[in-house]
């Protein structure tokens, strides 16, 4: 008779193998879960090889499991480095013991101990011992005490003995398992923080843009809160791809997928520098918003030009790396048009315009930092239309640079007008420096 069962209620041995594999690729995917893994495996094979050590370290198998630990760090080159360091401290400070121990009869005294700590503490100075400094006291103390509690010279050095031979035992096997068992790469993680970086970059410039869009005085420092959050991100990034970087040192599976990560240190150094100058954007733009003092300022007219350069320079950090050669022709053309709108209030004293003129300079080297090739700026051609006959149009310079736009016919192009980072030079243009009558 045939099996008229729903086909749901048989269970599906395929589907439950996928869901299993897919959850431990969650957790394997956990730097932490995994450590714990291989910390745990690491210090029970130490364990169970401790007592089959030859010769006296077979009577301490508990110091083999400390060096498993003390090896386990989440990178191969680290683990090594730790691991060489902390045997080296521990020789120095069983060393140090073993002098102490020697030069003093019976039980150690108090004395011995004083002597120890204090000469421990001086050795543990050493920069050149690294992770290791922290274990000069822990194994002077440790065997002067423990050691020292013997009756003999010999047993102590018997435990001096057993007691680093039992840490390498551990930091081998550490090592070993670290290398052998899903040895991580961060490369990946990296890569997401850098992209929530720029994301983050982006936010803060359209932010600074809202505040421009505001009524002034401002009221809240929510947005300049999240603005200063910024170095603390941007060294977090930086750690996350030195990180990474560390992590295919002496790593085998980097041999399976081969990458130079001079592209995510290249984008952290411009993101760096568009961190900068947007901070400063962002402390100009407190000042001018709660009208703190009157040595920087800016006219009304100005505001609206100012965010939408604003919001335009958002576009290119957001879209760098993409398709983003329109949102740079577009950044540029709005931050040349904030330089014209200043022009035009070049007759205000210097302190009416000055931050809009720190502004514009601090987005022009945004762009630069972001395109340091400046090749995306507008040329004056391309709103210029067709030029007159006979008549002097729109020049550029020889590096792409925007010349006069009211350039006369039959003489050479003046070096006036604004370009997409500031002014350029005009000799015969009034300065808003000079004396006024």
Same mark, same amino acid.
């Given at each position: 008779?045939?099996?008229?069962?729903?086909?749901?209620?048989?269970?599906?041995?395929?589907?439950?193998?996928?869901?299993?594999?897919?959850?431990?690729?969650?957790?394997?995917?956990?730097?932490?879960?995994?450590?714990?893994?291989?910390?745990?495996?690491?210090?029970?094979?130490?364990?169970?090889?401790?007592?089959?050590?030859?010769?006296?370290?077979?009577?301490?198998?508990?110091?083999?499991?400390?060096?498993?630990?003390?090896?386990?760090?989440?990178?191969?080159?680290?683990?090594?480095?730790?691991?060489?360091?902390?045997?080296?401290?521990?020789?120095?400070?069983?060393?140090?013991?073993?002098?102490?121990?020697?030069?003093?009869?019976?039980?150690?005294?108090?004395? !011995?101990?004083?002597?120890?700590?204090?000469?421990?503490?001086?050795? &543990?100075?050493?920069?050149?011992?690294?992770?290791? $400094?922290?274990?000069?006291?822990?194994?002077?103390?440790?065997?002067?005490?423990?050691?020292?509690?013997?009756?003999? =010279?010999?047993?102590?050095?018997?435990?001096?003995?057993?007691?680093?031979?039992?840490? &390498?035992?551990?930091?081998?096997?550490?090592?070993?398992?670290?290398?052998?068992?899903?040895?991580?790469?961060?490369?990946?993680?990296?890569?997401?923080?850098?992209?929530?970086?720029?994301?983050?970059?982006?936010?803060?410039?359209?932010?600074?843009? !809202?505040?421009?869009?505001?009524?002034?005085?401002? =009221?809240?420092?929510?947005? =300049?809160?999240?603005?200063?959050?910024?170095?603390?991100?941007?060294? $977090?990034?930086?750690?996350?791809?030195?990180?990474?970087?560390?992590?295919?040192?002496?790593?085998?599976?980097?041999?399976? $997928?081969?990458?130079?990560?001079?592209?995510?240190?290249? #984008?952290?150094?411009?993101?760096?520098?568009?961190?900068?100058?947007?901070?400063?954007?962002?402390?100009?733009?407190?000042?001018?918003?709660?009208?703190?003092?009157?040595?920087?300022?800016?006219?009304?007219?100005?505001?609206?030009?100012?965010?939408?350069? !604003?919001?335009?320079?958002?576009?290119?950090?957001?879209?760098?790396?993409?398709?983003?050669?329109?949102?740079?022709?577009?950044?540029?053309?709005?931050?040349?048009?904030?330089?014209?709108?200043? #022009?035009?209030?070049?007759?205000?004293?210097?302190?009416?315009?000055?931050?809009?003129?720190?502004?514009?300079?601090?987005?022009?080297?945004?762009?630069?930092?972001?395109?340091?090739?400046?090749?995306?700026?507008?040329?004056?051609?391309?709103?210029?239309?067709? &030029?007159?006959?006979?008549?002097?149009?729109?020049?550029?310079?020889?590096?792409?640079?925007?010349?006069?736009?009211?350039?006369?016919?039959?003489?050479?192009?003046?070096?006036?007008?604004?370009?997409?980072?500031?002014?350029?030079?005009?000799?015969?243009?009034? $300065? #808003?420096?000079?004396?006024?009558?």
């Amino acid at each position: 008779m045939p099996d008229r069962r729903p086909s749901g209620s048989r269970p599906d041995v395929r589907a439950d193998v996928r869901t299993a594999s897919r959850w431990a690729r969650v957790l394997l995917g956990q730097p932490r879960l995994l450590l714990a893994v291989k910390a745990a495996l690491a210090a029970a094979l130490a364990y169970w090889l401790a007592p089959h050590v030859p010769g006296v370290a077979a009577e301490y198998p508990y110091y083999a499991p400390l060096g498993a630990v003390i090896a386990m760090y989440p990178t191969i080159k680290a683990s090594l480095r730790q691991g060489v360091q902390t045997l080296l401290g521990l020789v120095v400070g069983i060393v140090l013991a073993t002098v102490v121990f020697s030069l003093q009869e019976g039980q150690p005294g108090v004395l !011995a101990v004083a002597a120890v700590v204090g000469v421990g503490t001086l050795l &543990a100075g050493i920069r050149r011992l690294g992770a290791g $400094r922290d274990w000069v006291l822990t194994a002077g103390l440790f065997v002067l005490l423990l050691g020292g509690s013997a009756t003999t =010279e010999g047993d102590q050095a018997d435990y001096s003995t057993g007691y680093v031979i039992q840490v &390498a035992v551990g930091v081998v096997v550490g090592l070993t398992v670290n290398y052998l068992l899903v040895p991580p790469l961060y490369a990946g993680r990296a890569d997401e923080r850098l992209r929530s970086l720029q994301a983050s970059l982006a936010d803060r410039t359209d932010d600074v843009a !809202a505040v421009f869009e505001a009524r002034w005085p401002l =009221e809240g420092d929510d947005w =300049e809160r999240r603005v200063a959050e910024l170095p603390g991100t941007l060294r $977090r990034v930086r750690d996350a791809v030195q990180y990474a970087d560390e992590s295919r040192r002496l790593n085998p599976r980097w041999k399976l $997928r081969r990458r130079d990560l001079g592209q995510e240190y290249a #984008d952290l150094v411009v993101f760096e520098r568009v961190g900068f100058h947007l901070q400063d954007m962002a402390e100009v733009s407190g000042i001018l918003g709660r009208r703190i003092g009157r040595q920087i300022g800016i006219v009304e007219e100005l505001a609206p030009v100012v965010a939408r350069a !604003a919001h335009a320079v958002a576009e290119v950090v957001r879209l760098r790396g993409g398709d983003d050669i329109d949102a740079f022709v577009e950044a540029r053309r709005r931050v040349a048009d904030l330089w014209e709108a200043i #022009d035009e209030h070049r007759h205000l004293p210097t302190t009416d315009t000055s931050g809009g003129v720190s502004i514009a300079v601090s987005m022009g080297r945004i762009i630069a930092a972001l395109d340091p090739d400046d090749t995306t700026a507008p040329r004056p051609d391309d709103d210029a239309g067709e &030029a007159d006959e006979g008549g002097g149009g729109a020049g550029s310079d020889a590096e792409g640079g925007t010349g006069p736009a009211d350039g006369r016919a039959g003489e050479e192009p003046t070096e006036g007008g604004t370009d997409s980072t500031g002014p350029v030079d005009d000799p015969t243009a009034p $300065r #808003d420096t000079e004396p006024r009558r």
